[in-house]
């Protein structure tokens, strides 16, 4: 039996050199909620889909007239989760120094921990529905997670710090990429879009606005009855597209 719980606390795909197997703990062993308070910082926000962020880089207007006087700060390093939106994955380790919404709960980490791990972690969807299970309120949309109820949550984690900060590189790589390749996606899709709507004639004209070089012929205007046949009435046949070009 000690054999199988042993064998349940290691991962199957490990960097080179980690052997030992994790261990368990529990959260409140490794964070401590922080209270502390200011309004002269950077206000930071926390979704589901993009982690931990500046406000000021988001579409959404955050309301000049609010109050900031019981804002809590944020520490790079720190864990931060929307206490009703935890069960969601709202959850995410900061990169920034900064403040949150009252809403929201700061966990400071301490020396065993290595924060950019447990923003992974903490996302697990079996975490998930641990949250949801000990989260108070009687519906999805009033349950909040208050920090000793976290803390109660029991976790395998690397008792190397040193696991901890390969396995959360390699993650925040890996969403570097993505996000990388997002980018030139979007604008492949932008390309694409333009090309279409200027390598055809429009408009009644018998000429692209852009064209490949050498080409320099008006185009034809054809009715498709000229260039393919219809098959049972209700399709073109592609061989005959394919060989009228």
Excluded at 9 to 17: A, K, S, Y
Excluded at 103 to 122: C, D, G, I, Q, T
Excluded at 142 to 156: C, H, N, W, Y
Excluded at 195 to 209: A, I, T
């Amino acid at each position: 039996m000690a054999e199988q719980h042993e064998k349940a606390l290691v991962p199957q795909i490990r960097f080179t050199g980690f052997t030992d197997p994790w261990e368990q703990r529990k959260l409140g062993e490794l964070f401590e909620e922080s209270d502390e308070r200011a309004s002269d910082r950077e206000i930071l926000s926390v979704s589901v889909a993009n982690g931990i962020y500046p406000a000021s880089e988001s579409d959404r207007e955050t309301n000049p007239g609010a109050s900031l006087a019981n804002y809590k700060v944020v520490h790079s390093g720190d864990v931060v989760y929307n206490s009703m939106r935890m069960w969601q994955g709202a959850v995410d380790a900061s990169r920034y120094d900064g403040i949150v919404s009252p809403a929201y709960v700061v966990a400071k980490p301490n020396s065993e921990v290595y924060a950019r791990f447990f923003a992974r972690l903490l996302r697990q969807p079996m975490l998930l529905k641990q949250y949801q299970q000990v989260s108070q309120g009687n519906s999805k949309d009033t349950q909040v997670l208050k920090f000793d109820d976290f803390a109660s949550i029991e976790i395998s984690m690397p008792a190397s710090e040193n696991e901890q900060r390969r396995i959360g590189a390699f993650f925040d790589r890996l969403d570097s990429l993505i996000t990388l390749h997002q980018r030139k996606y979007d604008k492949l899709c932008v390309l694409k879009k333009s090309m279409l709507d200027k390598m055809f004639p429009k408009g009644g004209s018998l000429y692209p606005e852009i064209r490949f070089a050498g080409f320099t012929n008006h185009w034809e205007q054809r009715k498709l009855g000229e260039v393919a046949h219809f098959i049972n009435g209700r399709a073109y046949s592609q061989n005959e597209l394919l060989s009228s070009g």
